[in-house]
């Protein structure tokens, strides 16, 4: 039997735990396929807010002109923010081809390594694939068939091989073929908290949002929108991490 006094102690004892601590939940953001229109508002609402995120970069966009390649090395001399390696050609939005030769994907990856300007460890994500590579694991887009996924294994386990990171995301905030968000931001925070609720993150507790540069756009409210995102996830009390510490 437990004394009065021991009840009151353990009482007071639940009071003084840290809310969160036995389920601290995570947003890792990251935004693909720049540097392009968008950038610069991310960047300048990043800084604003001081919350680590990760740009996936394209190669040829980085090339594209003075301005992109200005814009990635404003991201890369920012503290919190990651610029990982989104491939130097984006498949020429051509999937299935671009993954039919393991050779030229592990190719157009380590050019865009050059491009970037990038270190070991390189954090990858593989254009139009939703891959996650985890020890012994890589989970794949569940999008494609499985005789497609037996093909393109090889592919993801190729990269890997060679020393890169390599990211899925649990979420996607959407957008039209515009570039213009689907989810309002209401919308896009009830789903977050849905998906964790659900227990449907790859990793417990971790959820990788995935956003694109051209939804952030002034002509989308860009600036308003990503800067409610963060105010709304900062509210709920979720936690914002460095690609580098995701359980990978
Ligand atoms: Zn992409």
Same mark, same amino acid.
């Given at each position: 039997?437990?004394? /009065?006094?021991?009840? %009151?102690?353990?009482?007071?004892? &639940? #009071?003084?735990?840290?809310?969160?601590?036995? @389920?601290?939940?995570? %947003?890792?953001?990251?935004?693909?396929?720049?540097?392009?229109?968008?950038?610069?508002?991310?960047?300048? *609402?990043?800084?604003?807010? !001081?919350?680590? =995120?990760?740009?996936?970069? *394209? +190669?040829?966009?980085?090339? =594209? $002109?003075?301005?992109?390649?200005?814009?990635?090395?404003?991201? !890369?001399?920012? @503290?919190?923010?990651? *610029?990982?390696?989104?491939?130097?050609?984006?498949?020429?939005?051509?999937?299935?081809?671009?993954?039919? $030769?393991?050779?030229?994907?592990?190719?157009? &990856?380590?050019?865009?390594?050059?491009?970037?300007?990038?270190?070991?460890? *390189?954090?990858?994500?593989?254009?139009?694939? @939703?891959?996650?590579?985890?020890?012994?694991?890589?989970?794949?887009?569940?999008?494609?068939?499985?005789?497609?996924? +037996?093909?393109?294994?090889?592919?993801?386990? =190729?990269?890997?091989?060679?020393?890169?990171?390599?990211?899925?995301?649990?979420?996607?905030?959407?957008?039209?073929?515009?570039? /213009?968000?689907?989810?309002?931001?209401?919308?896009?925070?009830?789903? %977050?908290? =849905?998906?964790?609720?659900?227990?449907?993150?790859?990793?417990?507790?971790?959820?990788? #949002?995935?956003?694109?540069?051209?939804?952030?756009?002034?002509?989308?409210? +860009?600036?308003?929108?990503?800067?409610?995102?963060?105010?709304?996830? /900062?509210?709920?009390?979720?936690?914002?991490?460095?690609?580098? @510490?995701?359980?990978?």
């Amino acid at each position: 039997m437990l004394g /009065k006094l021991t009840v %009151i102690i353990l009482a007071l004892g &639940l #009071l003084a735990m840290p809310v969160q601590a036995a @389920d601290a939940k995570t %947003i890792y953001l990251t935004f693909d396929d720049g540097p392009l229109f968008g950038t610069a508002n991310i960047l300048k *609402v990043l800084d604003a807010e !001081k919350v680590p =995120a990760t740009l996936f970069m *394209v +190669g040829l966009h980085v090339e =594209a $002109s003075a301005e992109h390649k200005a814009l990635m090395e404003q991201a !890369k001399g920012m @503290d919190l923010i990651t *610029v990982g390696n989104h491939s130097y050609t984006h498949a020429n939005n051509h999937y299935k081809r671009f993954y039919s $030769s393991t050779r030229e994907v592990v190719d157009d &990856l380590e050019k865009a390594t050059g491009v970037l300007g990038l270190t070991a460890p *390189v954090h990858a994500r593989l254009p139009g694939r @939703d891959v996650f590579r985890l020890p012994n694991l890589s989970r794949d887009d569940f999008g494609i068939g499985k005789a497609e996924d +037996g093909k393109e294994r090889p592919d993801f386990n =190729a990269v890997a091989a060679v020393g890169y990171e390599i990211y899925g995301w649990d979420h996607e905030w959407s957008h039209e073929s515009t570039g /213009k968000p689907i989810q309002s931001v209401e919308q896009l925070l009830t789903e %977050i908290d =849905a998906k964790f609720l659900a227990n449907r993150e790859v990793e417990r507790g971790n959820l990788i #949002l995935l956003m694109h540069d051209e939804m952030f756009q002034d002509h989308f409210d +860009g600036t308003a929108n990503l800067t409610a995102l963060i105010a709304g996830l /900062k509210q709920r009390g979720y936690a914002f991490g460095h690609i580098a @510490d995701y359980d990978n």
